[in-house]
């Protein structure tokens, strides 16, 4: 079992409120995802961090932002919810390592009402 | 640009008999490669990977074979169970600059009783 952490696993929100997503790890893995899934639909690749201070923005134009201020933490913020953020929001981690699997949270459904 | 894709969105297969999942990839620079099972409400967990120097690999009741001349990845399940009901991806690590762990679009296998 990996331990990799997302709260909350769901949130319903109305438009326009400000909203963090929680993901953290305590595998000390420098690499950490951010993914977005739509129902039944592919992941698509949103932010990555190769580890503290580094965040980048993945193949997923998206309108959130990323912070890693510390290694096992790696939240996302939307500054402004809008219903088109109404997805599923995947994060992950790795080692650093070139041939490593990511280890993923469980979740968060988000809602924009 | 650049994709990992699947041929098939459903697979349904009679329990005990084998499946076999496909994939196709496009980017010939990636030389590792991971599948991924996802149950409805869980994260994506880890099945087996396999390096681009391998053309087979083997696992407990699964092999995943790497064809690098069609860029063509497949899984294969032996006696496949109810619990094996879920969606597969493909995934390509690149081990270039970024590191990017990119998704294909995923197969939903039924298992029928």
């Known amino acids: 079992e990996a331990d990799i952490y997302q709260t909350p696993r769901y949130l319903v929100i109305g438009t326009g409120k400000k909203i963090t997503l929680e993901c953290s790890q305590t595998m000390g893995h420098d690499k950490m995802y951010w993914y977005q899934q739509d129902p039944g639909m592919e992941l698509h690749l949103i932010h990555y961090s190769y580890g503290v201070n580094s965040t980048e923005k993945g193949d997923l134009s998206s309108e959130s932002t990323v912070s890693r201020i510390r290694t096992e933490h790696f939240p996302l913020t939307l500054e402004s919810a809008r219903p088109s953020h109404t997805s599923q929001y995947l994060c992950?981690?790795?080692?650093?390592?070139?041939?490593?699997?990511?280890?993923f949270g469980q979740g968060t459904r988000l809602t924009v009402v | 640009g650049e994709s990992v894709g699947l041929h098939l969105p459903t697979l349904s297969v009679q329990e005990g008999d084998n499946s076999i999942i496909n994939c196709a990839y496009s980017?010939?620079?990636?030389?590792?490669f991971i599948w991924y099972k996802q149950e409805s409400g869980k994260g994506p967990q880890f099945i087996i990977d396999i390096r681009s120097n391998m053309d087979k690999r083997q696992g407990q009741r699964v092999t995943v074979l790497l064809n690098k001349t069609v860029k063509h990845l497949s899984l294969q399940i032996a006696a496949t169970q109810p619990g094996d009901s879920a969606v597969y991806f493909c995934a390509e690590n690149r081990v270039d600059s970024s590191y990017k762990l990119i998704f294909g679009s995923g197969t939903r296998l039924l298992v029928r009783p």
């Open positions: 992950a981690s790795s080692t650093r390592q070139g041939f490593a699997e990511a280890f």
């Open positions: 980017n010939s620079a990636s030389d590792y």
